[in-house]
């Protein structure tokens, strides 16, 4: 042994913020208003936290699960679970009680940190947890006292006083589990990914990297992306290593409270998915001039992808760059990155070049390894054409599902995601779609996504969601449910006219349907599996079978 | 195994750049011009190396040695050697016959690789390696032949032609060997230090955060530190990951010849040691606006610490940020960097604070640890008070030396660097001195690099040196060595008067010696060694003592 085999272990980073900056402040949004502390505080909580869960007897290894919004009680939880030894299972609190009961049960989960508004959630789970040994409620400011018939429920804030505020982090083994998510699968029961210290500590240090999101200790970090979804993309983890001040937005998620958050904490980087920046540019159309958002740099945008139209405003109106990231719970959750300008070949390209650069899912995170593969598992051609089935593998890249084995899920060392799409010439993953929502249409593929993006440019539109039908001759054809913009009248015929002007005829959707809302998922993707399946029980049929 | 352990070797980073960036360049100073060639072409030719030296016999482990300026094939080696699974053993060119004879059978070289000018220097060696099988020569554009008596010379252009342009690299443990550097010990006989794959990675990583040295695939990056000395600090590496233009001006180290390669390949990040920058300063200042360096933003200074006077000018004149780095041969090399702002606190500080943050050995890295201990190996406060010996751990800080134990330079788990210095509240590491050249008088401290930073500083001042002399009462005491700038007068009262401005009279030297030149060591610093016994054997005695 030459150099040191130091662990690759959470709190090695994670110590660090606090230590190198710390006053600098973690910020949650209350009924009362903005909660404030340091990070020097954070930290001592955390070892607080610590301390109550070993006497509670929590060992290396067990569940430690959180059902709460992103606050500083949540952010206190991602630093003292993982460096204790435990494992921090984020439950995800959109999910129904059936779903939470089957995760949490599946888990194993020992003690529940909840946040109070969201006791109503679990109340229905009482009883039905036999491994839930302890229930901590995190009391909102005002809110007054709070009641569940949940076993031991006791308050955070009491439970962690009187204990120590520096803790002796073990010393464990790099691939110790550290945390649990469960991907929101489409078909089937929802399936676990437990990450461990090395994996989450290798992808922390890819996500500080200048070419990936640029993340830096001067930053004011807003996360708006659940850190009940894919650890926040890991970027509370990003953010204690390098001291960096976060602004957490809580239940506050209105867009207009996003951007009172925003605009009054000088806010430069923050995280969410596209639909919170949909939202959020209504409102600033709504509202213009309420709100300075000078300091505003970086927005990062990820679980589905961005229309192009919206990345382009956000740089013409607000001279905010969108990077666009691609990954999933099994990837520990990045895998690309996509910016404005990403190699030095593209600083003389034209800015429409850049605007596109932003709509591919994009270039692979140093570490990775990527492959767009045929139905024999041939790799294809790196030419931006051969559609195949993208294949990703590298430290931060779940191997197995916990406790449930998925061999389909899995080809060789590869993780087969789930997506399809190709690898153009300058080495760009560009994703056509989910393998699941292609529309096959007389024995070629048409692009859900592709349609969708293209429909929500115009103007007068403000969703899309591009579905499959079942037909008897084309097998399947696409129709597209669309949301209008307040106050506009777009009607079906200049949204056809829109698509004939890009794609074939064969391509356009059979229908346009105006609806007030597009259902989502728990992780705020359109939620194409409630579409169809509304569909089916309307019993819709497409025009030409009428 | 919930998540991949994919082995943390290198190719999975070096093989990156060629990959999304392959018509990016390679440039080498020649004395024909600048040589060009792609990443891509660069990486092909690594491989056809790779695959020579596997059919001259290579196996993994086997140490491979270079002797060479930074230039394109040096840079090959950097990326064949490692990645086939050999160990790159980077020969300092300025050793002195017995040095080389000691370190390359020390470290049982098989294979040498040389550029064509520096074979004077290798040949007293001949019959003196016995492991030594084969010697390899880079030819020099234009030089005419070469001869050795080393045994089975051969062309590099012409040995690696017609072997394959890809190779398979192996999949070895990440904790496999691939690189070797000896220290150039100030006593006793150099040490070597074994990089890992996994330390080596790490680092890359590191050094690639924004925070850090903020390498990007923008950037045009120029190693003017040689790669024979602490791997380029690991320079190469980061290029060849991010797919960054690099710039290496191999013999042609003059500081006009520096700054023409600078200017006209457009240059924004450069890499060299103190002594580099003082020469660059002289140039630019004796040719005003000779070169455009609009497009240069950041050069890394490290190896010994720069006077701050120094660091102020770059940024006063030219806009440059010089990034301090400080490490060494046994911390793979980088340990802890210095910016004008390392966290958000500091943007408000005034301008002249940025310039003493810059001036700081400064911030940990992300992944390392660090403590200053007194006498008994007791952590001392961080009150920027407290000097004790610095000590440091991390994946990427040597445990031992190469097949020579040296157990006092280890404590614990903990790397005994041999510096002296102090942790600030701000969390800065600050250098005092080496340990071996502090100079101790009436059994207080004497900073000889606080000396040498305030003389330098002195207009008409080119370089300083500071030593102790032996003093019967007081034990030691300092003398200053100074090299007057061209064409200044400068004397002994000015600068005298000046240190009292600063220190006590007690620290301040006892007399100042001019000389034409302060001699060097093989890696640039000051080499106080052969200041002090050149005093000696003048028969120097102390003012006081005559």
Redesign the interface.
């Known amino acids: 042994?030459?150099?040191?085999?130091?662990p690759?272990l959470l709190h090695?980073?994670l110590d660090?913020g606090a230590?190198?900056?710390p006053?600098?402040e973690v910020v949650t949004q209350t009924p009362e208003g903005p909660h404030r502390q340091t990070l020097a505080q954070t930290r001592a909580r955390a070892c607080q936290l610590a301390h109550a869960l070993r006497a509670a007897g929590v060992q290396p290894g067990d569940r430690v699960a959180s059902f709460a919004w992103n606050g500083h009680h949540h952010l206190e939880m991602y630093q003292a679970v993982p460096c204790m030894g435990a494992v921090l299972h984020t439950l995800n609190i959109r999910l129904s009680t059936g779903e939470l009961e089957y995760i949490a049960n599946h888990a194993g989960d020992k003690i529940i940190i909840a946040d109070q508004d969201l006791l109503p959630a679990l109340e229905p789970l009482a009883g039905k947890l036999p491994t839930l040994e302890r229930v901590i409620v995190c009391a909102e400011p005002g809110a007054g006292p709070w009641q569940t018939s949940l076993p031991n429920a006791v308050d955070y804030d009491e439970w962690i006083a009187g204990h120590p505020a520096d803790y002796e982090w073990p010393e464990l083994d790099e691939?110790a589990?550290m945390g649990l998510c469960y991907t929101s699968g489409t078909t089937g029961n929802p399936k676990g990914?437990?990450?461990?210290h090395?994996?989450t500590y290798?992808h922390t240090?890819?996500q500080?990297?200048?070419?990936v999101f640029?993340?830096?200790?001067?930053?004011?970090v807003q996360e708006i992306v659940p850190m009940f979804h894919a650890m926040s993309w890991g970027i509370p983890f990003s953010a204690l290593?390098?001291?960096?001040?976060q602004v957490l937005p809580h239940r506050f998620m209105q867009p207009e409270a996003l951007l009172d958050l925003m605009a009054q904490e000088q806010v430069n980087f923050s995280a969410g998915v596209p639909t919170i920046w949909q939202g959020v540019r209504a409102a600033i159309e709504q509202n213009p001039g309420r709100w300075d958002l000078a300091k505003l740099d970086r927005i990062t945008c990820g679980g589905s992808a961005p229309p192009l139209e919206l990345i382009r405003w956000f740089w013409d109106e607000l001279g905010v760059e969108v990077i666009q990231g691609w990954g999933m719970t099994e990837t520990?959750p990045l895998a690309t990155y996509a910016r404005r300008?990403?190699?030095?070949?593209q600083?003389s390209t034209p800015a429409e070049e850049h605007v596109a650069n932003q709509g591919k899912a994009g270039?692979?995170i140093?570490?990775l390894?990527l492959q767009v593969v045929d139905e024999n598992w041939k790799p294809l051609p790196h030419d931006g054409k051969s559609v195949g089935e993208v294949l990703i593998?590298?430290?931060?890249?779940?191997?197995?599902?916990?406790n449930d084995p998925q061999p389909d899920k899995f080809h060789g060392?590869w993780l087969v995601t789930g997506d399809v799409g190709v690898i153009d010439s300058?080495?760009y993953l560009v994703l056509t779609d989910r393998s699941k929502d292609l529309i096959k249409s007389g024995g070629e593929w048409i692009s859900s996504i592709d349609l969708e993006n293209h429909i929500c440019a115009l103007p007068g539109v403000a969703q899309a969601a591009v579905v499959a039908a079942p037909h008897p001759k084309w097998d399947e054809r696409p129709i597209a449910i669309v949301v209008r913009a307040p106050g506009a009248g777009i009607g079906e015929q200049e949204i056809q006219q829109h698509c004939l002007a890009r794609f074939a005829k064969w391509q356009a959707p059979d229908e346009v349907l105006f609806r007030d809302e597009i259902p989502l998922t728990s992780t705020g993707k359109i939620d194409k599996k409630t579409i169809r399946a509304a569909l089916q029980s309307e019993g819709y049929t497409l025009p030409d079978l009428r």
Chains 1, 2 share one sequence.
């Open positions: 042994m030459t150099m040191q085999r130091t690759l090695r980073l660090r230590r190198i900056a006053l600098e691939n589990p990914v437990l990450y461990t090395r994996s290798l240090m890819a500080c990297m200048t070419d640029e993340l830096s200790a001067v930053d004011i290593t390098l001291g960096a001040k520990n300008i990403a190699k030095r070949s600083l270039m692979l140093p570490g390894e593998r590298g430290p931060w890249i779940c191997s197995e599902y916990y060392d300058e080495e």
